[in-house]
RNA sequence: GGGCGUAUAGCUCAGCGGGAGAGCACCCGCCUCACACGCGGGGGGUCGCUGGUUCAAAUCCAGCUACGCCCACCA
């Protein structure tokens, strides 16, 4: 014992000294040659610019919960830890930081800015990790890795290289989604939309014969400027006639053909669609489709362009106004009115995105998704909650090619090199020279990659790969990945499309998607919003413990309120703990512990723990964090503390040796049961046992035997615990004669019935309480008969059914009679 | 527009085919030699609404209402 234990168990102090205790100690870390099965999760690698928030703790809290369960069953466990460079994420920052000294990135030019953001880095990233420490995760912090380091760098550009050779990846000039802030294309999923209320204009096109007009409705009306053409569904009674003549573009005055396609809805609008393929997606593909020129008068910086003619460097807005003016002064604008719709904004800095025309790198997915759909179809690999594998597949199913360039600074350079004889060479390191002309000048790509194309690898680059390491051999396929639920795109169906591709195996067999944490008022949790809790904060007033128990409790549903009634609980249990250690401390102080029982109460606190593990592990294997929680509390609170320790302590204070030597065994078994939830306050107290040597993060989990549940001994303190309830409730007493001497025994001890009374306040049989039990008993007893009276009760309900209402209504009129 | 989720005690949630539960809050009684951050007892609920299936529905099915999330090329 390292202090005198206080009636008040206090975690600051003992958490940070265990913590470092571990990791000193070397019981985090995971060696290829160790023995045991392999265990191994990777922690989604957070922003390297990211702090510990809420959603980093649960999730934190659910994979220790899951390592630690499994290092103390003797598992060879591997927790990887390590950091995403966050490309995008990480030059925002970066360029905030210059922004406040009045610089832009260009300012210093590309090497510079990357020297800039690995000092920034240096200096304030790279701390989320070290956060996790303070919510005692057993991660194995020597094997920090960090997804810009140069091995890991190799296995990216390694990856785009096999996705070459495999001859989906393909360079081209397509509509992508542009940001105007960051200046670089981003993909589908890293794009935002939000209601807005913007107008809804119609226009008239006159036809080029002179023969009347067809109006089109637009929420963009500069991007008229740039419109081809105009196009009505095929199958629309109105414009049937129409396909195939003329109409002329109002301000441009560009003729253009009115084209059939099945895409445009007849519903919307007039049921006419301007075709604009430099400025929206689906005229994109309609133009490509029907062999339309490609025009463009926004530009990427999200003015108008010098295609714009006069309104060329002016804003939308002013574009907009301009055009809608003239139109009004021609009498070409059938309408103009309100109309809410969503807008794509970027995921990183909110700005409106740019549907534009650049030239990108693409990876086809086709392929790789197949595999990937294959092992969740036959349960390789399992989502938890199942409902999510159904919304992966249906993502998968329908899968779009993926833009992996960017256009930013930060990230992993492209790896292809083009020569001037219009040679484009794919290669992970330089090529000497031009394999097709044998020139040496070859100039690299100035784009990077998507961050998500390198997280995608996390699971094996992590482990060496593309080199055939112990590690790899050993970590991999790894077991479970646990992961917020917008992440299961850009992250998780990558991870397995990668996997199966490159490693041939799925990285995990189980998926967790964990709860949303949400502000206690049911918002989401945002610093904007100012409803973000700190997860440090509550570890530093409540304890990692306490916090690990809370966020367990709450993490049921798809979405979660965080309570701090939650972690009130936890810091309760933690407290409960300490005391019921102390008072079995205070006795059993140096005796040998034993789970042999001999009396009732340890016969049936020894099957209680038994059952409980059962459950626990039930809960366990099905990820169920929240019925884990409860269950370790009812365990330590109702069976161990207010029974067991009630009954036994007069056989403590006498120096019984059974229950010295049992109440020590139990002591031990509850610790080893709660602390994957609760590591800090189980070590503390297991350090404190006598001659027991080692670390409980490394005990052995108990295994338990056929016979280890006695239910003989739990159906008579049930009954014990019945007749407790009722003296305390009314004060009467029945006849005990019938009982087992233990149980009269224990029922003394918890009643206290052989202490004197105080001031002559004896307790005498309540007649009001009497009553109401009486009532009480009186309804049981008549809805049983009614059932068992039931025919079709009787001859259609299961027969242990109908045996188990016989039983129940038995002890019913007993306890009614032992009432008189 | 498609998909998913949630509606049970004042609050946060469990239960998911056979006696309405937990924690917090509230009321009453206890400083009982582990813990007053504790112990014991108690009050409080047409289980969102409407139908259906069943001997039996908070629990299964259908529809409705409200809220939340994800996906989506209706301009």
Redesign the pocket.
Known sequence: MTAP?E????PQGVEERWQRAWDEEGLFRARADAPGDPYVIAVPPPNVTGALHMGHALNGTIQDVLVRWHRMRGFNTLWQPGYDHAGIATQNVVEKELAKQGKTRHDLGREAFVERVWEWLEEYGKVIIGQFRSLGASLDYERERFTKDEGYSRAVLAFLVRLHQRGWLYRDSRIVNWCPRCATAIS??E???E?VVDN?TSIRYPLADGSGSVT?????VP?ILADVAV?V?PDDPRYGALVGRTAIVPIANREVPIIADP????????????I?PGH????F?IGREHGLPELTVIGFDGLMSDEAGALAGRSQEDADREIVRQLEEQGLLAAREP?E????LCERCGTRIEPLISLQWFCDMEDLARPAIEVVEQGRVRFH?A??G??YL??MR?I?PWCVSRQLWWGHRIPVWYCDCGEAIVSVDRPASCGACGASELRQDEDVLDTWFSSALWPFATLGWPDDTADLRRFYPGHVNSTA??I???WVARMIMSGLELVGDVPFEDVIIHS?V?A?????MSKSLGTGIDPLEVIAAHGADATRYGLC??S??????F?Y??I??G??LA??L???????L??AGDAAPDLRPQALEERWIVSRLASAQRELETGLAAY?F??VA?LL??LT??D????Y??AV?PR??EGDADALATSLGVLERLLTLLHPVMPHVTEEIWSNLPGRGGRLIVADWPTLDEGSVDECAEAVLARVQEL??LY??SGALPALDDLDPDAQRILRT?L?LD?PA?DG?ERGPDAA?LE?ERAR?D??IA??EA?LA?E??VS???AE??Q??RD?LD??RRERDALR
Request: proline share 4%; glycine share 4%; aromatic share 8%.
């Open positions: 234990m009636p008040l168990y206090a589908d999923l794009v935002v939309h209601h809804l089109i409705a637009t929420v963009r991007t196009a569904n895409r445009v809805e007849i519903e919307f609008g007039t049921g006419a669609l301007k604009t929206d997606p689906l005229d593909e109309y719709h969503a807008v794509g909650p409902q999510q159904e919304v249906h993502w329908n779009r639920r917008e299961i795109f850009l949303t949400l206690p008022d049911g918002r989401r409790k709450i049921s549903t798809q979405d979660v309120r309570s009634g939650a009130e609980e810091r309760k407290n409960k300490w005391n019921v250690s102390r008072l079995i205070s006795y169920d929240a019925e409860r509390y009812h609170f109702d161990v503390c207010d029974w320790a009630e302590k403590l204070r407790a309830t305390r409730r918890v206290r202490r105080k306040k309480a109401k008993l309804k049981e809805r049983a059932m039931n079709r009760f259609r309900a299961p059914l109908v188990a209402e129940k002890r019913f």
